[in-house]
């Protein structure tokens, strides 16, 4: 197939705009209980009985002046919802045809054998600190490349249906996922580690 310099161009804006607005989106999900937010200096406040009142708490407050900011970040992450399904229809894309049954039960067969696996790229900034962490407290595991592993593709874009995700690091112990490096079902492996909930999942598992 052919195409031209200037439609391989408009392409690539495509590309590059529909990247800004999920990074946009993933940021808007960042305001979780507990959580800050950089370019305010504040942090979201706990014990919120619904996600929609979640309130920011200003520096020095005393928990009255609350002000309602997650709800912002709350409706952009709803206006923009359906990109994240464009986006893991993107990956399915790039991973071309594939037998979905055998990718499916050989990343099963992954989780339930390794105490600790995690799906990684190499150049990715976050895989790197989720493994320095594991190295770091002497952890054993299991580490699949998706950008050099022959199934790389597909697995990724299985990831989309396992876990309603499809970015890495994503990281199973003892066949639990936790998410990533410091995000996820659990908080990610970095916080984890803070907590000292860490050390414990992987004795568990025996991953010393």
């Not at 990956?91 to 990343?107: E, K, M, Q, T």
């Not at 976050?126 to 002497?138: D, Q, R």
């Not at 989309?160 to 639990?176: E, F, L």
Request: glycine share 10%; net charge positive.
């Amino acid at each position: 197939m052919k195409f031209d310099m200037s439609s391989r161009g408009a392409w690539l804006r495509c590309v590059a705009r529909l990247a800004t607005v999920i990074a946009l989106v993933q940021y808007a999900t960042a305001f979780t209980p507990g959580s800050k937010v950089p370019w305010l200096g504040v942090a979201v406040a706990s014990g919120s009985s619904k996600a929609g009142d979640l309130a920011m708490v200003l520096p020095g407050s005393t928990g009255d002046e609350n002000q309602p900011l997650a709800s912002i970040a709350n409706g952009i992450k709803n206006i923009f919802a359906p990109l994240n399904e464009g986006k893991k229809a993107l990956v399915r894309a790039f991973a071309g045809p594939y037998n979905r049954d055998l990718i499916r039960s050989r990343l099963d067969k992954l989780i339930q054998e390794k105490p600790v696996l995690m799906l990684s790229f190499t150049t990715c900034p976050y895989c790197l600190k989720a493994k320095s962490v594991l190295n770091e407290v002497g952890a054993k595991y299991e580490v699949i490349e998706l950008d050099k592993y022959e199934d790389g593709g597909p697995i990724r874009a299985e990831l989309a249906d396992m876990v309603g995700r499809t970015s890495v690091p994503a990281i199973w112990i003892g066949q639990t996922f936790i998410g990533g490096c410091n995000d996820g079902p659990m908080g990610g492996i970095v916080k984890l580690n803070e907590s000292g909930k860490l050390i414990i999942m992987l004795k568990e598992v025996g991953a010393f």
